[in-house]
Protein backbone atom coordinates (compact mmCIF):
# COMPACT_ATOMS: atom_id res chain seq x y z
CA UNK A 1 0.00 0.00 0.00
CA UNK A 2 1.86 3.43 -0.80
CA UNK A 3 2.07 5.97 2.33
CA UNK A 4 -0.18 8.47 0.44
CA UNK A 5 -3.43 7.78 -1.61
CA UNK A 6 -5.17 10.61 -3.65
CA UNK A 7 -8.00 9.65 -6.07
CA UNK A 8 -6.05 10.83 -9.76
CA UNK A 9 -9.87 11.89 -11.06
CA UNK A 10 -10.00 13.47 -13.27
CA UNK A 11 -12.88 15.69 -11.56
CA UNK A 12 -15.01 18.24 -13.99
CA UNK A 13 -16.54 20.91 -12.54
CA UNK A 14 -18.71 24.60 -13.04
CA UNK A 15 -17.25 27.54 -12.65
CA UNK A 16 -18.34 28.62 -8.99
CA UNK A 17 -18.59 25.41 -7.46
CA UNK A 18 -17.23 24.22 -4.40
CA UNK A 19 -14.72 21.50 -4.94
CA UNK A 20 -13.51 19.19 -1.98
CA UNK A 21 -9.86 17.25 -2.84
CA UNK A 22 -9.00 14.56 -0.51
CA UNK A 23 -5.88 12.11 0.50
CA UNK A 24 -5.55 9.23 3.16
CA UNK A 25 -2.05 8.38 4.21
CA UNK A 26 -0.76 5.34 6.57
CA UNK A 27 1.80 6.40 8.21
CA UNK A 28 0.45 8.52 11.73
CA UNK A 29 3.87 10.16 12.38
CA UNK A 30 3.49 12.27 9.22
CA UNK A 31 2.90 16.10 10.94
CA UNK A 32 3.58 18.50 8.04
CA UNK A 33 1.13 18.47 5.28
CA UNK A 34 1.32 20.32 1.85
CA UNK A 35 -0.82 20.83 -1.15
CA UNK A 36 0.75 21.77 -4.47
CA UNK A 37 -0.48 22.67 -7.90
CA UNK A 38 0.87 21.83 -11.07
CA UNK A 39 -0.03 23.43 -14.46
CA UNK A 40 0.80 21.47 -17.88
CA UNK A 41 4.08 21.64 -18.27
CA UNK A 42 5.10 23.25 -15.00
CA UNK A 43 6.52 22.39 -11.98
CA UNK A 44 4.18 21.76 -8.58
CA UNK A 45 3.47 25.65 -6.75
CA UNK A 46 2.88 25.00 -3.31
CA UNK A 47 -0.63 26.31 -2.25
CA UNK A 48 -1.01 25.15 1.54
CA UNK A 49 1.25 23.99 4.45
CA UNK A 50 0.11 22.87 7.69
CA UNK A 51 1.71 21.71 10.66
CA UNK A 52 -0.49 18.91 12.50
CA UNK A 53 -4.04 18.94 12.97
CA UNK A 54 -6.49 21.78 11.85
CA UNK A 55 -7.76 23.97 9.45
CA UNK A 56 -5.47 26.52 7.52
CA UNK A 57 -7.71 29.01 5.12
CA UNK A 58 -5.66 31.45 2.38
CA UNK A 59 -8.40 33.48 0.14
CA UNK A 60 -10.47 31.10 -1.64
CA UNK A 61 -8.61 27.80 -0.57
CA UNK A 62 -8.92 25.87 2.64
CA UNK A 63 -7.27 23.52 3.86
CA UNK A 64 -8.12 20.90 6.69
CA UNK A 65 -5.82 17.74 8.31
CA UNK A 66 -7.87 14.92 10.51
CA UNK A 67 -4.50 13.63 12.21
CA UNK A 68 -6.93 11.15 13.84
CA UNK A 69 -8.43 10.05 10.53
CA UNK A 70 -5.42 10.38 8.76
CA UNK A 71 -6.89 12.49 6.05
CA UNK A 72 -6.57 15.72 4.64
CA UNK A 73 -8.89 17.99 2.66
CA UNK A 74 -8.37 21.10 0.01
CA UNK A 75 -11.66 22.73 -0.30
CA UNK A 76 -11.55 25.40 -3.08
CA UNK A 77 -14.46 28.15 -3.30
CA UNK A 78 -16.22 29.80 -6.46
CA UNK A 79 -13.64 27.70 -8.39
CA UNK A 80 -12.79 29.77 -11.54
CA UNK A 81 -11.30 28.20 -14.98
CA UNK A 82 -7.78 29.33 -14.22
CA UNK A 83 -7.55 26.96 -11.28
CA UNK A 84 -8.03 23.86 -13.78
CA UNK A 85 -5.01 22.05 -12.99
CA UNK A 86 -3.08 18.68 -11.21
CA UNK A 87 -3.42 18.94 -7.54
CA UNK A 88 -0.92 17.19 -5.52
CA UNK A 89 -0.85 16.36 -1.60
CA UNK A 90 2.31 15.50 0.19
CA UNK A 91 3.53 15.04 4.08
CA UNK A 92 6.51 14.08 5.93
CA UNK A 93 7.21 13.36 9.72
CA UNK A 94 9.99 14.86 11.80
CA UNK A 95 11.93 11.89 12.13
CA UNK A 96 12.60 11.78 8.32
CA UNK A 97 12.14 15.56 7.68
CA UNK A 98 14.44 14.99 4.36
CA UNK A 99 11.92 12.73 2.89
CA UNK A 100 8.93 14.20 1.04
CA UNK A 101 5.61 11.81 -0.03
CA UNK A 102 3.25 12.98 -2.34
CA UNK A 103 -0.02 11.81 -3.76
CA UNK A 104 -0.09 10.63 -7.13
CA UNK A 105 -2.01 14.40 -7.73
CA UNK A 106 -5.85 14.35 -9.26
CA UNK A 107 -6.89 16.07 -12.23
CA UNK A 108 -9.29 19.15 -11.61
CA UNK A 109 -11.23 20.92 -15.10
CA UNK A 110 -13.46 24.17 -14.27
CA UNK A 111 -15.60 24.62 -17.36
CA UNK A 112 -17.14 28.38 -17.81
CA UNK B 1 13.79 36.33 -9.50
CA UNK B 2 14.05 33.75 -6.87
CA UNK B 3 13.87 30.14 -9.44
CA UNK B 4 15.12 26.50 -8.93
CA UNK B 5 16.67 26.45 -12.77
CA UNK B 6 16.86 22.98 -14.51
CA UNK B 7 18.95 21.95 -17.52
CA UNK B 8 18.11 20.37 -19.82
CA UNK B 9 14.47 20.79 -20.15
CA UNK B 10 14.17 18.17 -22.66
CA UNK B 11 16.65 15.47 -23.35
CA UNK B 12 16.59 12.78 -26.00
CA UNK B 13 19.42 9.98 -25.68
CA UNK B 14 20.83 7.17 -26.02
CA UNK B 15 20.78 3.50 -23.80
CA UNK B 16 24.26 3.82 -21.63
CA UNK B 17 25.41 6.99 -22.72
CA UNK B 18 25.93 9.01 -19.24
CA UNK B 19 24.41 12.42 -18.87
CA UNK B 20 23.60 14.91 -16.25
CA UNK B 21 21.24 17.36 -15.17
CA UNK B 22 22.25 20.31 -13.64
CA UNK B 23 20.19 22.18 -10.96
CA UNK B 24 20.93 25.59 -9.72
CA UNK B 25 18.84 27.67 -7.21
CA UNK B 26 19.22 30.81 -6.25
CA UNK B 27 17.83 31.27 -2.52
CA UNK B 28 20.26 29.99 -0.29
CA UNK B 29 18.61 27.14 0.06
CA UNK B 30 20.22 24.06 2.22
CA UNK B 31 18.02 21.42 1.42
CA UNK B 32 17.74 20.66 -2.68
CA UNK B 33 15.81 17.28 -3.60
CA UNK B 34 15.29 15.67 -6.85
CA UNK B 35 11.99 13.34 -8.44
CA UNK B 36 10.87 11.70 -11.15
CA UNK B 37 6.85 11.95 -12.31
CA UNK B 38 5.86 9.25 -14.10
CA UNK B 39 1.93 8.39 -15.01
CA UNK B 40 0.14 6.92 -12.70
CA UNK B 41 2.51 6.92 -9.89
CA UNK B 42 2.95 10.74 -8.70
CA UNK B 43 6.03 12.09 -7.79
CA UNK B 44 8.64 9.86 -6.69
CA UNK B 45 11.70 11.40 -4.81
CA UNK B 46 14.98 10.33 -6.01
CA UNK B 47 17.85 11.85 -3.49
CA UNK B 48 17.85 14.69 -1.35
CA UNK B 49 20.52 17.09 0.01
CA UNK B 50 20.01 18.39 3.59
CA UNK B 51 23.27 20.91 3.03
CA UNK B 52 26.61 20.92 1.22
CA UNK B 53 28.46 17.14 1.10
CA UNK B 54 25.24 16.05 2.88
CA UNK B 55 23.14 13.58 0.84
CA UNK B 56 20.89 10.73 1.26
CA UNK B 57 18.66 8.58 -0.80
CA UNK B 58 14.82 8.85 -1.36
CA UNK B 59 12.05 6.31 -2.66
CA UNK B 60 13.73 5.64 -5.95
CA UNK B 61 17.46 5.98 -6.04
CA UNK B 62 18.93 3.15 -7.91
CA UNK B 63 20.85 3.97 -11.29
CA UNK B 64 21.02 7.98 -10.10
CA UNK B 65 23.74 9.80 -8.48
CA UNK B 66 24.02 12.91 -6.67
CA UNK B 67 26.68 15.23 -5.62
CA UNK B 68 26.42 18.53 -3.50
CA UNK B 69 29.78 20.51 -3.91
CA UNK B 70 28.50 24.01 -3.60
CA UNK B 71 24.95 24.93 -1.78
CA UNK B 72 23.55 26.38 -4.94
CA UNK B 73 23.83 23.59 -7.45
CA UNK B 74 22.95 19.71 -7.25
CA UNK B 75 23.45 17.48 -10.11
CA UNK B 76 21.60 14.49 -11.08
CA UNK B 77 23.93 11.86 -12.71
CA UNK B 78 23.01 9.00 -14.76
CA UNK B 79 25.84 6.99 -15.28
CA UNK B 80 24.54 4.22 -17.71
CA UNK B 81 20.75 5.44 -18.41
CA UNK B 82 17.91 2.86 -19.86
CA UNK B 83 15.15 3.11 -20.81
CA UNK B 84 13.16 2.57 -17.35
CA UNK B 85 14.62 6.13 -16.64
CA UNK B 86 12.61 7.98 -19.04
CA UNK B 87 10.86 10.37 -17.17
CA UNK B 88 9.97 13.54 -16.19
CA UNK B 89 12.43 15.20 -13.26
CA UNK B 90 12.06 17.95 -11.16
CA UNK B 91 14.70 19.27 -8.73
CA UNK B 92 13.01 21.48 -5.89
CA UNK B 93 14.84 23.23 -3.19
CA UNK B 94 13.57 24.77 0.28
CA UNK B 95 15.44 26.93 3.12
CA UNK B 96 15.67 24.27 5.60
CA UNK B 97 14.39 20.36 5.61
CA UNK B 98 10.84 20.04 6.28
CA UNK B 99 9.63 23.96 4.79
CA UNK B 100 8.03 24.03 1.71
CA UNK B 101 10.08 22.89 -1.52
CA UNK B 102 10.02 25.17 -4.69
CA UNK B 103 10.09 23.32 -8.06
CA UNK B 104 11.39 23.83 -11.24
CA UNK B 105 9.81 23.36 -14.59
CA UNK B 106 11.43 20.35 -14.91
CA UNK B 107 12.99 17.89 -17.35
CA UNK B 108 11.74 15.86 -19.87
CA UNK B 109 14.34 12.95 -20.54
CA UNK B 110 13.43 10.55 -22.99
CA UNK B 111 16.01 7.31 -22.93
CA UNK B 112 15.64 4.88 -26.19
Known amino acids: QKEVEQDPGPLSVPEGAIVSLNCTYS??????FMWYRQYSRKGPELLMY????GNKEDGRFTAQVDKSSKYISLFIRDSQPSDSATYLC????????????FGRGTQLTVWP | EAQVTQNPRYLITVTGKKLTVTCSQNMNHEYMSWYRQDPGLGLRQIYYSMNVEVTDKGDVPEGYKVSRKEKRNFPLILESPSPNQTSLYFC???????????FGDGTRLSIL
Open chain 1, 27 to 32: NSAFQY
Open chain 1, 90 to 101: AMSDRSTLGRLY
Open chain 1, 50 to 53: TYSS
Open chain 2, 92 to 102: ASSTTVGQPQH
